[in-house]
């Protein structure tokens, strides 16, 4: 659901106490579900709850994604175990307490005659048709009261549960000393893309002994291989790989290979001069650079270098590295960044062995500032809205936003109420969520009220993600006019 930017530029999602527990509403009509003497009937399906949460909440820019708002992904497959008996983010209240409707977070963020202790009522904007909120309300009751996530062992969503197809592991070498490579054929999925699909290895030392209770190891989305480091010399090892998808789905895959590591021993990293510069590309992106490592048994075309991010000179923290390159790359693009903003970056070599080298050399950028009229009305805005027939003339049907010149397009935008959804900014200065400025909603296609008729450019493609970002960095820098 939309949440609107509470403060810090973060969308949250506010946990609620005790003391509000009396907003729920009541419904006499409904039965009671929290302890009352009302009898639950005609439990709505699962699927009923999740065409809701599709149409209202799993919406791009919103709970869905590789990155959803504050984690909570309501796509099919994935709202059940992210809801039920899961608790919020901030205190100890259930999302949804099985059973008990009066006791579930979510009843007061989507009830609204209940006021929130923080926060307000979702989704933002465009609160849910009192049958929605009904049915959802008669399904939490209808839950078992030991109902719990999916993978706890409660009920999984009914929409998603089949498991990736997935032939297993098609090959095991043994490319440098203490490590194997692991190789299959990539799975598909009835929903999950095979970009998204990702792997899960475990490894024994027997034949047949691998622990299906938890992964060695979990390799990146869509990855076809991977590389098992600081093993034993002279040693078999057996692996099986399974596939899971986004769902939380898992193949069963039974197919084990095997590989005896080399009679030698690697234990030296690559020697590597550290990153050589960071360059900033955009208001979004940094590129950095460096020299090929060399290695004493990887070669430089199978060295991955690890790179560390931080906000401060020395902050970065090596336990976990913010982003890991391709084999042999010898520059990576950080994206996604803020604008006018420095980003320092330490860049280590990794040998297939498992061997990480420990420079400190550390590099920076700053990212550009984002120009209202070089940035975003001239390449943007201009060329795919003021457009003939569109908003060159201000005409009533197109809601009175005139962006014919760079002056005009920043008068009716700035902070100024839509025609279209009348209680939102247009454009609201340092928010640029789809909750908090209109012009981000019309440009990603989530709507903010029920007023949001179509996505913009209307009638041409979406804009492309990085013109979308670079506009959400303006916003997020202020909304100069500059």
């Not at 609107?4 to 009509?29: E, Q, R």
């Not at 979510?106 to 048709?129: E, H, Q, R, V, Y």
């Not at 457009?387 to 902070?415: D, E, F, I, R």
Request: net charge negative.
């Amino acid at each position: 659901m939309q949440r609107k930017n509470l403060g810090g530029g973060a969308w949250v999602l506010l946990a609620l106490g005790a003391a509000i527990s009396a907003c729920f509403f009541n419904n006499s009509s409904q039965p009671d579900g929290g302890g009352g003497d009302g009898a639950v009937t005609d439990a709505p399906s699962a699927s009923s709850v999740e065409q809701i949460f599709q149409t209202s909440c799993a919406i791009s820019g919103c709970h869905t994604g590789s990155s959803p708002q504050q984690g909570l992904d309501l796509s099919p497959g994935a709202w059940y175990s992210n809801l039920v008996a899961v608790p919020a983010n901030e205190v100890s209240q259930l999302r949804v307490a099985p059973g008990d409707h009066a006791n579930s977070y979510l009843m007061c963020k989507i009830d609204p005659s209940c006021t929130p202790g923080a926060g307000t009522n979702m989704p933002a904007g465009n609160p849910l048709p009192q049958s929605d909120i009904d049915t959802i309300r008669t399904w939490i009751d209808s839950l078992s009261a030991d109902a719990g996530p999916a993978e706890a062992g409660g009920d999984a969503s009914p929409s998603d549960t089949t498991p990736p197809t997935f032939a297993g592991a098609t090959g095991a070498t043994t490319p440098a000393p203490n490590s194997i490579a692991l190789a299959w054929s990539a799975a598909t999925d009835n929903v999950t893309a095979q970009s998204g699909i990702v792997y899960l290895v475990y490894q024994s030392s027997t034949a047949g002994g691998e622990n299906y209770a938890t992964p060695s190891y979990t390799t990146s989305a869509g990855a076809t291989s991977f590389t098992v480091g600081n093993l034993a010399t002279n040693t078999k090892y057996y692996f099986v790989v399974r596939a899971k998808d986004q769902a939380g789905n898992g193949d069963s895959n039974p197919v084990e290979v095997s590989a005896t590591t080399l009679n030698v021993s690697d234990t030296t990293p690559p020697t590597f001069g550290g990153a050589t510069s960071a360059t900033a590309q955009s208001a979004t992106s940094i590129q950095l650079a460096w020299t090929a490592a060399t290695d004493n048994y990887t070669s430089q075309s199978n060295i991955v270098y690890l790179v560390y991010q931080a906000k401060s000179s020395g902050a970065e923290s090596y336990s976990t590295p913010s982003y890991t390159t391709a084999a042999g790359a010898t520059s990576y693009a950080v994206t996604g960044l803020s604008s006018a903003t420095t980003y320092y970056f330490v860049v280590r070599a990794k040998d297939q062995s498992g061997n990480i080298d420990t420079n400190t050399k550390e590099v920076s950028a700053t990212t550009t500032v984002v120009h209202f009229n070089a940035d975003i009305w001239t390449p943007i805005l201009g060329p795919t809205c003021a457009t003939n027939g569109c908003h060159n003339l201000g005409t009533v049907g197109n809601y009175q936003l005139n962006m014919s010149t760079a002056a005009k397009a920043y008068a009716n935008l700035y902070q100024v109420l839509s025609g279209e959804c009348t209680t939102e900014y247009r454009v609201k200065p340092n928010d640029a969520t789809t909750g908090g400025s209109y012009l981000m909603a019309k440009l990603t296609g989530v709507g903010m009220c029920g007023a949001l008729s179509s996505q913009m450019p209307k009638g041409g493609a979406p804009l492309p993600q990085a013109e979308i970002d670079l506009i959400g960095a303006w916003i997020t820098q202020g909304a100069p006019n500059n």
